[in-house]
């Protein structure tokens, strides 16, 4: 473990705790653009954590421990997760750790704490958005499964650094199968980060909330470590996302200012994620919460069909 | 033979099944019918990279008969049915698509696993697509299977005809030139025929409702 390696990996998970609001509000901004509202700030996240963590936190009278630890357990979980996915670096020295299916096992950690915290309180609405909560979560996870499955094919790996130095180092081709998953990738990634065709994240109708409806309990700190996690896990998604299907211009740990050259790259990549997030959020609408089964089939499927494809045309 | 026609082929074969998979899930008449545009555009593709790869001029021609065909008349034929019958904002009612997703997937690993020994005795360019066509193939019939209602039946013996011909152009770099005519007049007479008989249908139970063809006689 080299110098280098560490300083790489501390500028990984520097960089996601400070670009993940900004991505964010990327997208928010993109979204009010499009649907013809005043855009606010690319700040406001940032200006939203730094309310929130100076406001006081309403506890709730039977709150028990685990309510006031979750948060904490879901930022951590979401660190984590971006300490894995290589985004800046290959050469992460706590890559080794985790493989692609310890980090579906990571976000679950997260989803089962927040959801249990939601339950914790007793109220009608915690309850419901827990138990929506896990139904889109167990359906998400094997279909999300079944995309690193079909690129570990490819790469022969499962392990994500793995996958980017291997991916990379081939150039571009048409995988048919790495189509598949990435289709499938963003109908998961758009489900579990509660964005629209599955939940909105602007909203506060009771009839159609998810992830609201989970922290409705949570007030100043805690509300705002919630809110960082859940730019975290945006920013998680996205960096898997780019592992897996735009490999290119990560650096594989030759020398420090690699990992500078990298930056620049990195953000340009996100900017245009961030930026196809808000338009595929604007032209979808909404489902019922019963279609969402559907919706999640229909990824479960593609990303199979990608797995089985591969293993047809023997690439 | 360059290894990227055949990769192109092999992810135009994965794209036609995935239309496949979408047109068994879309419960819209008309967004099924631009399903079977874009199938046919798939076809298209196909066959003149074939064509391409492989130098056979005949096979332009058979790709210029498919666009002007599954391309502009065949759909147009259809949206001109669907306004008369005013079915085109008609909606299904499908129950359980993951059900029917997940038998799909089984039809699939079923025909991979079948046209495997096949694929492995063919020296064509794109061997892989043989069991892709197939799976297109029992796609279809098992859309044809679970509609009810008139219209999407026949989108759905269309979509395997389709499959037929990719197996064709893709695995035997297509058929000889008459063969291919015969079909394609066959699919055109099909269509008209078939447009026919729904306004009969309509006529005598007033609904597209397959199933009321079910009771033999009146009560």
Known sequence: ?315 | MSGLSIQLIDFLAALLLMLSFAMISQRRILSLIHLFTLQGITLVATTAIVAHATGQEHLYLSAGLTFALKVILIPLLLHRIIDRLNVRWDVETLINIPTLMIIGIVLVIVAFDLALPIAKLSTSIARGTLGIALACVLLSLMMMITRSKAVPQVIGFLSLENGLFFAATASTNGMPMVVELGIALDVLVGVLILGVFMFHIREQFESLDIRHLERLKED
């Open chain 1, 1 to 315: 473990m080299s110098a280098a390696s560490l300083s790489a990996q501390f500028l990984d998970i520097v960089i996601a705790l400070l670009l993940a609001p900004l991505l964010t509000g990327w997208v928010n901004q993109w979204r009010a653009r499009l649907q013809n509202r005043s855009a606010p700030s690319l700040l406001q996240p940032y200006r939203l954590l730094h309310k929130l963590f100076h406001k006081e936190s309403v506890l709730a009278e039977h709150a028990s421990p685990l309510f006031r630890g979750a948060p904490y357990i879901l930022l951590g979980c979401m660190t984590l997760a971006c300490a894995i996915v290589p985004t800046l670096s290959t050469d992460l020295p706590l890559a080794p750790a985790a493989d692609a299916i310890a980090l579906v096992g990571l976000f679950a950690l997260g989803r089962l704490f927040i959801s249990l915290a939601a339950m914790d309180i007793g109220t009608a609405f915690g309850t419901l958005g827990a138990r929506r909560e896990m139904l889109v979560g167990f359906l998400a996870e094997p279909a999300l499964l079944m995309v690193l499955f079909s690129v570990s094919q490819i790469a022969g790996s499962t392990s994500l650094t793995t996958i980017v130095e291997r991916l990379a180092d081939q150039g571009p081709a048409i995988y048919t199968s790495v189509m598949f998953a990435g289709v499938a990738f963003t109908l998961v990634a758009l489900a579990e980060n509660a964005r629209i065709p599955v939940d909105n994240p602007a909203t506060h109708l009771e009839l159609t909330m998810i992830h609201e409806a989970l922290i409705l309990e949570y007030s100043g700190r805690h509300l705002a470590l919630i809110e960082w996690a859940a730019s975290l896990k945006l920013f998680a998604y996205s960096g898997i996302g780019l592992a897996l299907f735009f490999p290119w211009g990560v650096s594989e740990g030759q020398s420090p200012f690699a990992v500078l050259y990298a930056l620049p790259v990195l953000i340009l990549k996100l900017a245009i994620g961030g930026f196809l997030l808000a338009v595929l959020e604007t032209i979808s609408a909404k489902l019922r919460i019963f279609r969402v089964p559907e919706f999640l089939a229909t990824a479960f499927l593609l990303a199979v069909i990608g797995m089985l494809v591969n293993n047809l045309q023997g690439h």
